[in-house]
């Protein structure tokens, strides 16, 4: 009875005070391990709603929305021939994460090849609230730990802000996480901000978003497998598309049309070197 009591509460706190409200996190990772002096920082954006909250990197929501619009302007003659030229993606962090109220429904938004997924949580997060207190920035914080995602969680929130969410898919805590790192100090976030904003950005579904392939839906235990089948093998995907009677058509920086059996070999090259170095991923269970 407590607990139900208690997610109401929690809720009703959501409702009434943090409607359009956005947190600013600073993010230091390590890729890695072998590395761990070299530690690169991104601005991670959680944004809190009645109906939910979705946390992704500034970076990169900024880079993808400039694309995405000159996508549509070159597109709208109906030209097949798009030119993204000068048009670099940034943001180092790619996927996207919705939660969902009052139930805290998790779904982790990636990209892997071609292929969009849309992967829903179903681990757990068992807290372990402890009496210690600390001061995190302007905010009275409490201790909580946890494993999860294959690693072991040192978080603290404070009840000042009576929200039971967090960075990436923490959440679960009766007070907003300020402060999160992983036992190797490999990952950390630190709330850096908030601010509240417009109540005409309304909440739209990562998954809602205009597309021109179909979303896969997956579990996590399904997508492991993609995972590794991808990280194993770059250009599955693209041998099933040419299998199937599809085209590729890639252009250099000239503008001459690349052979796609050397565009494969380049990417099987790249994806070796760059297992190497992401060796360390926060959701570190899914190279076990």
Known sequence: ???????????????????????????????DSTEKDKAETEVM???????????????TFDSDSIINEEFKKQSKGGSMDINLTGFKAKGKVRYQIEKNYPDYSVNFFTQLGSSEYMIQESRKIDWKILPENEKVGEFNTQKATCNYVGRVWT??????????????KFHGLPG?????????KSHTYELKGVRKFSNENEWKSFKDKERYEPLIVLNDKKYKKVYLDNRADP????????????????????????????????REKKQVEANKKNNNPLELDLLK
């Not at 009591?5 to 890729?31: C, D, M, P, W």
């Open 235 to 266: 250009n599955k995907g693209l041998r099933s598309l040419l299998a199937e009677g599809g085209k590729v058509e890639m252009k250099d920086a000239s503008g001459k049309i690349m052979d796609t059996n050397q565009i494969m070999k380049d």
């Open 155 to 168: 978080a603290w929130f404070t009840t000042d802000i009576p929200i039971q969410d967090g960075p990436h």
């Open 176 to 184: 907003l996480i300020v402060k999160l790192e992983d036992k190797t």
């Open 1 to 31: 009875m407590k607990k139900i009591i208690f997610g109401l509460l929690s809720f009703l706190g959501i409702a009434t005070y943090s409607q359009n409200q956005r947190f600013s996190y600073e993010y230091k990772f390590v890729r």
């Open 45 to 59: 954006l959680l944004n809190v709603f009645s109906k939910g909250s979705q946390f992704y990197s500034k970076d």
